[in-house]
Structures are given as C-alpha cells and as structure tokens.
C-alpha cells in the first residue's frame, strides 16, 4: 500500500489550501480514511477521518474550517482547508487503515506553512 500526498506549500492566513491524497494497493472505500498532522516539536494528531458507515470526525481546532472527503473509483483523499491560522502550521500526513484501531499505512507528509 502506496499513499502520496499532495498540496503542501505557504498560505496566509485566512486563506485556503487543498490537500490530496493517491492511494494505491488498497480500496479506501473499505477502509478509514484520514489526515494527521504534525506541528513543529509537537506530536502527531488528527485532523479529520472518515469511512462508509462512520461519518465523519473532526478535530475541534479544526471544526466548521475543514471538509474531508474521499473519492472512491480515483481512490483519492482530500482536505479542504479554509480559515487558516497559524496554528495549522505542521506537516500533514495522509492515513488508510481498515480498523480505526490500526495504525494504518502512511504517507510521507506535506508541509503546510501558514503566515501571519
């Protein structure tokens, strides 16, 4: 299983950014889906997951300011991102796992850098 994230890159604040996600070796339509994110000299957290029959989960820092969403037959993973602060600084990584007890198989990160 092969996952490569896309989109990273410098945003003001109060600006938007998009994230993708290629999957391959696995169908994320059987599986939870997710973005984590790392802020510097912090551990990793999530951001937002969802799966068929779950819904969707989010972060409270992140509520009502980012969508995640899937695209089954692409078997791609987006993260909308509007509203962004600062604090959304971090390296977000891109997660397929089938239990949401796994850990899952990662991709290798995008760095997002939001300037005040």
């Known amino acids: 299983v092969q996952l490569q994230a896309y989109g990273g890159g410098l945003v003001q604040a109060g600006g938007s950014l998009n994230l993708s996600c290629a999957v391959s070796?696995?169908?994320?339509?059987?599986?939870?889906v997710g973005w984590y994110r790392q802020p510097p000299g912090k551990e990793r957290e999530l951001v937002a997951r969802?799966?068929?029959?779950?819904?969707?989960d989010y972060a409270d820092s992140v509520k009502g300011r980012v969508t995640i969403s899937r695209d089954i037959p692409q078997n791609t993973i987006g993260l909308q991102m509007s509203s962004v602060k600062p604090e959304d600084t971090a390296v977000y990584y891109c997660?397929?796992?089938?239990?949401?007890?796994?850990?899952?198989?990662w991709g290798q990160g995008t760095l997002v850098t939001v300037s005040s």
């Open positions: 070796g696995t169908n994320i339509g059987s599986n939870f």
């Open positions: 997660n397929v796992r089938r239990y949401v007890t796994d850990y899952g198989y």
């Open positions: 969802m799966a068929t029959g779950f819904g969707r």
